[in-house]
Nanobody, 123 residues
Framework: QGELVESGGGLMQAGGSLRLSCAAAGRTFSSYIMAWFRQAPGKEREFVSFISRGGGSTNYADSVKGRFTISRDNAKNTLYLQMNSLKPEDTAVYYC????????????????WGRGTQVTVSS
């Protein structure tokens, strides 16, 4: 079995930017719908964004629309999340997910998960 490994998290001031990456190993990356979810302390894991297999279709949670951009490079087996205009409420552990089917904004719709990367936004 391969794995999903997130990177790029860190501490950022409000208004700043970060780019998260998710490297996929051991899988046919381009065959999977991919997504980002996040989980803040004491809260449920929530949908952030998903992207189609070829990258031509994307969807975002209302809370990040216009600020975050999801993309993928199938040649590099890597998923990205560009996060701009960060807010303190974006503070969470961000998870990469693969193998989506059905309702693509639901945690239960994804087969594979990374271990997450912490993003902390200070005010």
């Amino acid at each position: 079995q391969g794995e999903l490994v997130e990177s790029g998290g860190g501490l950022m001031q409000a208004g700043g930017s970060l780019r998260l990456s998710c490297a996929a190993a051991g899988r046919t990356f381009s065959s999977y719908i991919m997504a980002w979810f996040r989980q803040a302390p004491g809260k449920e894991r929530e949908f952030v964004s998903f992207i189609s297999r070829g990258g031509g279709s994307t969807n975002y949670a209302d809370s990040v629309k216009g600020r975050f951009t999801i993309s993928r490079d199938n040649a590099k087996n890597t998923l990205y999340l560009q996060m701009n205009s960060l807010k303190p409420e974006d503070t969470a552990v961000y998870y990469c997910a693969a193998g989506g089917s059905g309702y693509l904004d639901q945690v239960e719709s994804y087969r594979y998960w990374g271990r997450g990367t912490q993003v902390t936004v200070s005010s």
